[in-house]
């Protein structure tokens, strides 16, 4: 039975709430070793537009080709090119990076899915050269397999709000304060991070929201010739996919939305219910680890809890040495352990090894474990920037903007439903109330009034886009059609159900859908 051949390597594979959001992957394909960024991205603010304004003001982008060149194996590249500012198109632009992988049958070729593995801040360039592990041979067949890296991430742009030391001290600051000092410590690293966002990217950094990328998403379906969309959404891609879907419904192909975010919730709607979802994964770890020799936890779904919530505040206490450039602290133990929650049974199994030597009073592991998935070197330097860049949409797409005083009072009451992970988790918003720009969405439902059936894919136990808000958005499409993974981890396609996959298979080849109420183990 296949499963996903993805390790979920960038940090935009984390938390919505602490860096954004969560990424069905960002790992690359043995099959497809080159990964060479794409050679014609910018990574410039922004430039001077030199076309004249047109009679219709996007004519210039939609009537665009792409120039694509051989970037490393059947891989082409080239650069979109979209209005910085939607608002005036005629001003400056962003020339945004695009790959594809050509379909391996062109003469049974359906078209092109473009894909985007989440985040926000996942690369979608980074998603399409793995894309021999992560899509069955039917849909590589049929499909051109097309990754863009969205506005303010990877090569598009990029958005950078911290130094590398910086992003440091912002990951591994203590989300738990105690006392007053503690706090004003945080609100310190919050104000750092939202000041340094106006500064090193004060071009762009307010032009990034998921209703910018989906109308550059429009862009680059017009300029690869398609009539309609067809997409493929994992995790915070389902949100760019359901904001297309309701800007454009009558350019909407085949779409799947996996993993799905609710586009109602509010910031603090959407960590709370991460909170709880983490939870209730934390508990399922447990209770796997309990049937396994090789378990560090004592034997009980509580008191195996109990243990790893005791060994989080010793962490508070006296963080742990490690062999690598820096002890293991509360902020980054925690960190870690969210992380590994992912993607079991692989993410599950190194995380009782690193707990284990953890306990033991080394946590080099953990936190070796923890640069992986972050993308942090040994010497120190972050590979991309999606810490930056997930920070940055979240604080577009929803307008909610707490003070310390009523994160606090939230923190608290998130015990109830997630004892480990809620205060945590809760203070992770805080940033926001510094931000120097103003939101540009009001979170609402979707419809997508008159497209056609839309593939929703919801896993019960899936700790970062919990099963409800599959639910709620399937309820929210007029045409979709809910698909349900009965079991553990992020996103349901290529998860290790072989149910799942072919009814994802089936309906990208065939247009077919799964019938309503489809639950697959």
Same mark, same amino acid.
């Given at each position: 039975?296949?499963?996903?051949?993805?390790?979920?390597?960038?940090?935009?594979?984390?938390?919505?709430?602490?860096?954004?959001?969560?990424?069905?992957?960002?790992?690359?394909?043995?099959?497809?070793?080159?990964?060479?960024?794409?050679?014609?991205?910018?990574?410039?603010?922004?430039?001077?537009?030199?076309?004249?304004?047109?009679?219709?003001?996007?004519?210039?982008?939609?009537?665009?080709?792409?120039?694509?060149?051989?970037?490393?194996?059947?891989?082409?590249?080239?650069?979109?090119?979209?209005?910085?500012?939607?608002?005036?198109?005629?001003?400056?632009?962003?020339?945004?990076?695009?790959?594809?992988?050509?379909?391996?049958?062109?003469?049974?070729?359906?078209?092109?899915?473009?894909?985007?593995?989440?985040?926000?801040?996942?690369?979608?360039?980074?998603?399409?050269?793995?894309?021999?592990?992560?899509?069955?041979?039917?849909?590589?067949?049929?499909?051109?397999?097309?990754?863009?890296?969205?506005?303010?991430?990877?090569?598009?742009?990029?958005?950078?709000?911290?130094?590398?030391?910086?992003?440091?001290?912002?990951?591994?600051?203590?989300?738990? @304060?105690?006392?007053? &000092?503690?706090?004003?410590?945080?609100? #310190? !690293?919050?104000?750092? /991070? *939202?000041?340094?966002? %106006?500064?090193?990217?004060?071009?762009?950094?307010?032009?990034?929201?998921?209703?910018?990328?989906?109308?550059?998403?429009?862009?680059?379906?017009?300029?690869?010739?398609?009539?309609?969309?067809?997409?493929?959404?994992?995790?915070?891609?389902?949100?760019?996919?359901?904001?297309?879907?309701?800007?454009?419904?009558?350019?909407?192909?085949?779409?799947?939305?996996?993993?799905?975010?609710?586009?109602?919730?509010?910031?603090?709607?959407?960590?709370?219910?991460?909170?709880?979802?983490?939870?209730?994964?934390?508990?399922?770890?447990?209770?796997?680890?309990?049937?396994?020799?090789?378990? @560090?936890?004592?034997? &009980?779904?509580?008191?195996?809890?109990? #243990? !790893?919530?005791?060994? /989080? *505040?010793?962490?508070? %206490?006296?963080?742990?040495?490690?062999?690598?450039?820096?002890?293991?602290?509360?902020?980054?133990?925690?960190?870690?352990?969210?992380?590994?929650?992912?993607?079991?049974?692989?993410?599950?199994?190194?995380?009782?090894?690193?707990?284990?030597?953890?306990?033991?009073?080394?946590?080099?592991?953990?936190?070796?474990?923890?640069?992986?998935?972050?993308?942090?070197?040994?010497?120190?330097?972050?590979?991309?920037?999606?810490?930056?860049?997930?920070?940055?949409?979240?604080?577009?797409?929803?307008?909610?903007?707490?003070?310390?005083?009523?994160?606090?009072?939230?923190?608290?009451?998130?015990?109830?439903?997630?004892?480990?992970?809620?205060?945590?988790?809760?203070?992770?918003?805080?940033?926001?109330?510094?931000?120097?720009?103003?939101?540009?969405?009001?979170?609402?439902?979707?419809?997508?009034?008159?497209?056609?059936?839309?593939?929703?894919?919801?896993?019960?136990?899936?700790?970062?886009?919990?099963?409800?808000?599959?639910?709620?958005?399937?309820?929210?499409?007029?045409?979709?059609?809910?698909?349900?993974?009965?079991?553990?981890?992020?996103?349901?396609?290529?998860?290790?159900?072989?149910?799942?996959?072919?009814?994802?298979?089936?309906?990208?080849?065939?247009?077919?859908?799964?019938?309503?109420?489809?639950?697959?183990?």
């Amino acid at each position: 039975m296949r499963r996903r051949r993805l390790a979920a390597t960038s940090a935009a594979a984390a938390l919505m709430v602490l860096l954004g959001a969560c990424s069905a992957g960002g790992g690359t394909d043995p099959a497809a070793p080159d990964t060479s960024t794409p050679p014609a991205a910018s990574s410039a603010p922004a430039t001077a537009s030199p076309h004249p304004p047109a009679a219709d003001p996007l004519a210039q982008y939609h009537e665009q080709r792409l120039a694509w060149r051989g970037c490393g194996g059947a891989f082409e590249c080239a650069t979109l090119t979209v209005p910085l500012d939607y608002a005036h198109p005629e001003g400056s632009t962003l020339g945004l990076a695009v790959v594809r992988l050509p379909a391996s049958k062109p003469d049974q070729r359906l078209g092109a899915l473009v894909i985007n593995p989440g985040g926000p801040g996942g690369s979608g360039v980074e998603y399409a050269r793995a894309a021999r592990g992560v899509f069955d041979a039917p849909v590589r067949q049929r499909y051109d397999i097309v990754g863009f890296d969205p506005r303010g991430v990877g090569a598009s742009a990029p958005v950078e709000c911290l130094t590398d030391a910086q992003t440091d001290a912002y990951v591994s600051a203590d989300q738990t @304060p105690d006392d007053p &000092g503690e706090r004003r410590a945080l609100e #310190r !690293i919050a104000r750092q /991070f *939202a000041a340094g966002c %106006a500064t090193r990217a004060a071009d762009t950094y307010g032009h990034i929201s998921t209703a910018a990328v989906a109308r550059d998403v429009d862009v680059l379906r017009a300029a690869l010739g398609e009539a309609k969309l067809n997409w493929f959404g994992a995790s915070y891609g389902t949100f760019i996919g359901a904001t297309y879907a309701d800007l454009f419904p009558g350019s909407v192909g085949r779409m799947v939305l996996d993993g799905a975010i609710d586009p109602r919730l509010s910031n603090t709607d959407l960590t709370e219910g991460q909170a709880a979802g983490f939870e209730d994964a934390l508990r399922r770890f447990v209770a796997d680890c309990n049937r396994r020799t090789s378990c @560090p936890l004592p034997a &009980g779904v509580d008191a195996g809890v109990a #243990r !790893i919530q005791q060994f /989080f *505040a010793s962490l508070d %206490a006296r963080p742990l040495p490690t062999q690598l450039d820096r002890p293991l602290n509360q902020g980054l133990g925690m960190l870690a352990v969210l992380y590994y929650l992912y993607f079991p049974p692989t993410d599950w199994q190194q995380l009782r090894m690193g707990l284990q030597e953890a306990f033991a009073g080394d946590g080099t592991t953990l936190l070796d474990m923890l640069d992986f998935r972050m993308q942090r070197t040994l010497g120190g330097k972050y590979k991309d920037n999606s810490i930056d860049a997930l920070v940055a949409v979240n604080a577009l797409d929803h307008r909610d903007r707490l003070t310390t005083a009523e994160i606090a009072a939230r923190a608290e009451r998130s015990r109830a439903k997630a004892p480990t992970f809620g205060p945590y988790l809760a203070w992770s918003d805080l940033v926001y109330q510094y931000w120097k720009v103003p939101p540009a969405m009001t979170p609402h439902a979707v419809s997508a009034p008159g497209a056609p059936p839309i593939l929703v894919v919801g896993t019960t136990h899936d700790p970062a886009t919990p099963y409800a808000w599959a639910q709620a958005l399937a309820d929210q499409l007029d045409s979709a059609v809910l698909l349900t993974r009965d079991g553990d981890g992020h996103t349901g396609y290529g998860m290790g159900s072989q149910c799942t996959d072919e009814a994802v298979d089936a309906y990208l080849v065939s247009g077919t859908t799964p019938p309503p109420g489809t639950v697959c183990s």
